[in-house]
């Protein structure tokens, strides 16, 4: 089992960055490939793909909406995975979560077993 905490949100201008971490818990973080997805705090709004990464780290997709200004990493020696957010839309406002998958880096929430609690990325305009 793998706890994941994320930190790194908060409230920016439109064009400004952040980065996102997810840090894990446990000793097998590199048998797990991570996800991170995000769901606006709107009434009928779903959790939507973001980001993934292999286990490696070697394989990477990414969604039409954030492709180009959004890279996720992954530092297995340090448990972590992070999300590197640029040129901030106020569009990308949602609560982010990063995932871990024992199968496979996918685009489906429902191929990851484990979940963080989500933190707070506000993009004024």
């Known amino acids: 089992q793998v706890q994941l905490v994320e930190s790194g949100g908060g409230l920016v201008q439109a064009g400004a960055s952040l980065r996102l971490s997810c840090a894990a818990s446990?000793?097998?973080?590199?048998?797990?490939?991570m996800g991170w997805f995000r769901q606006a705090q709107a009434p009928g709004k779903e959790r939507e793909f973001v980001?993934?990464?292999?286990?490696?780290?070697?394989?990477?997709s990414y969604s039409d909406s954030v492709k180009g200004r959004f890279t996720i990493s992954r530092d297995n020696a340090k448990n972590t995975a992070y999300l590197q957010m640029n040129s901030l839309k106020p569009e990308d406002t949602a609560v982010y979560y990063c995932?871990?998958?024992?199968?496979?880096?996918?685009?489906?929430?429902?191929?990851?077993?484990?979940w963080g609690q989500g933190t707070q990325v506000t993009v004024s305009s």
């Open positions: 446990g000793r097998t973080f590199d048998t797990y490939g």
């Open positions: 980001a993934a990464i292999s286990r490696s780290g070697r394989g990477t």
């Open positions: 995932a871990a998958s024992l199968r496979t880096a996918s685009s489906s929430p429902y191929q990851y077993d484990y």
